[in-house]
C-alpha cells in the first residue's frame, strides 16, 4: 500500500431540498485530496440497507477508494435546510452506522500507511466511533500529519473531547463562530481573535491553526508567522463542503511541499469555486490541480 490520505469519520447522505447529496466532511476532504493525485480515502461505516450500497456505488463513480465496513446500523442521513444566502442548516440523525465505526484489520492497515488524516468532533459523539479515532491515530507513523478539522455541529461536543482531539492533532481547522464557542468553553472569552488562535496554537503545540471567517478571509497560524487571505466574491450556489474541500486542497498543497502562504492562495480558490457549484464534490478545474501535483 502507498501512503495515504484519510478523511476520518461520518459519511452520510445530506437530504437537501432539491434532493439528497453524498455528503461528511471526511469524504468530502478525501475527495478533494484525491483531486490532487493521492491516494486519499473515506473511512467510515454504512449500514446493511439500500443506502449504504447507494453510497459505494457513488464513491465508486466518483473514483474515491474508501474503508467502510458494513455495521446493524443505518445509514446515515442529514436533513439540510438552506437560508436565502444558501447557509445551510443541519438535522443530524442519531444512532447511525458512522455512529458504531469498529476499528477493523483494514482501517488498521490504513492508519499504518497514513500520510495525513482528517477528524472532526462529530463522529466522536459515539464512544464506539471515539475510540476507533483514537485508536487510527494512535497506529499512525510518527511522520504522519494529523488535521482536527473541528466542524462543531448542533450539540454533539464536549469539552474533554475537544481538548484530546487538539493533543493529538498538528494542525487545527476551526471557523470564526466556533472559535468564539472554544473561547467561552476553555474560559478566555475576551480575548481577540488573532490572540486566541496565537494562544491556541501555543498552548496544544500546534504547527498550524486555520481560521476561515467567511466573507472575512481567512487565517494560517504558524509559529512566528500569519498568512491572510481575502474570501473571492462569487455567486454563491450553497457553501456545503467549501470548507472541507479547503482543508482537503491545503493539506495536499502542505505534502507536495508548498509553502503555507501558496497553500493558503490555492485553498481559498478552491473553496471559491466549490462554493459556485451544487453539493459538495465538485470536479475542480484541472487549472488548480494540475500545477499542484
Known sequence: ????????????????????????????FAYHASQFGFDARAVSAVGKDALGDETLKEFDAKGLKYVMPHVDFPTGTVAVTLDAEGVPTYDIKQNVAWDNIPFTPEIEEAAHHCEAVCFGSLAQRSEVSRKTIYQFLDSTPASCLKIFDINLRQNFYSKEVIQESLKRCDILKINDEELVTIGRMFGYP??????????????????????????????VFTPGELSFQETPKVKVADTVGAGDSFTGSFTAAILNGMPVKKAHELAVKVSAFVCTQDGAMPKLPEEFTKNNQ
Open 1 to 28: 500500500m502507498n501512503k495515504i490520505i484519510v478523511g476520518l469519520g461520518e459519511a452520510l447522505w445530506d437530504c437537501l431540498p432539491e434532493g439528497k447529496k453524498l455528503g461528511g466532511a471526511p469524504a468530502n
Open 190 to 219: 475576551g480575548l481577540d481573535i488573532e490572540n486566541k488562535c496565537w494562544l491556541i496554537l501555543g498552548k496544544y503545540n500546534l504547527r498550524m491553526l486555520v481560521l476561515t471567517c467567511g466573507t472575512n478571509g481567512s487565517y
